[in-house]
């Protein structure tokens, strides 16, 4: 059963905490992305990997980071010094990082940070 | 940056009627997908139009492009309540990063 999953589904954090969302998937996808999506918004992306050991900062890099040690897992920390981390996450992957392919997406995990 | 831009924002009909939206960008693309949301979920791939076609069906989906006006529509045809969801168009940039519009929220009553 192949797809992209992502834990957990909602995450409560105090501010000033970093926090990990995990991203895993068995598509064996060279590409993955992370996007921030707020309310009535559309979605940025915050980092992408084209491969093992690389990857490269989206729009809005400030205040997180990412790894990617293994082809199969992107996870992403959102550090005490992003701003305004309160969203929805989203996990991505595709083929290859060209717009030609389809991006599968993970179903999100929901931050809140008070 | 976002490239893509939905129109209209929000809509509402009733099911058996088609829904129809626009997505608007700004630089030439390579290719135009469309995707869905359904609330609180991620994103489901609908159809992926090629700079070089012109129109592209998917069951009731019916996607064109004009490139020279820079637009694109996604028509669905004959809607039902489990089409209530958002839809988003996505374009991608000279690096193959995909942008995404804000969205039109569809609302399909029966």
């Known amino acids: 059963d192949g797809g992209i999953t992502q834990s957990p589904k909602y995450l409560f954090r105090k501010e000033g905490q970093n926090v990990t969302l995990s991203c895993e998937q068995n598509l064996n996808h060279d590409a993955m992305y992370w996007y921030r999506q707020d309310p009535g918004q559309g979605l940025r992306l915050i980092y992408y990997?084209?491969?093992?050991?690389?990857?490269q900062k989206g729009d809005i890099a400030e205040g997180y980071s990412v790894s990617r040690e293994k082809k199969e897992s992107f996870p992403l920390t959102v550090t005490s010094a992003q701003k305004n981390p309160t969203a929805f996450y989203l996990c991505a992957s595709s083929i290859d990082r060209r717009g030609t392919y389809e991006q599968y997406f993970g179903p999100g995990t929901r931050l809140t940070v008070t | 940056s976002q490239q893509g831009e939905e129109d209209p924002q929000a809509l509402s009909i009733q099911e058996g009627e088609n829904a129809t939206m626009n997505c608007s960008y700004k630089t030439s693309i390579n290719n135009l997908q469309w995707y869905r949301q359904n609330s609180g979920r991620g994103l489901v791939h609908l159809i992926l139009?090629?700079?070089?076609?012109r129109e592209k069906h998917s069951g009731r989906l019916r996607v064109t492009l004009d490139t020279s006006k820079k637009s694109s529509s996604l028509l669905i045809t004959a809607s039902r309540a489990a089409d209530t969801a958002s839809y988003f168009c996505a374009t991608d940039d000279s690096w193959g990063k995909l942008q995404f519009g804000a969205g039109t929220q569809v609302v399909v009553t029966p």
């Open positions: 139009i090629r700079s070089n076609e």
């Open positions: 990997s084209q491969i093992v050991n690389d990857f």
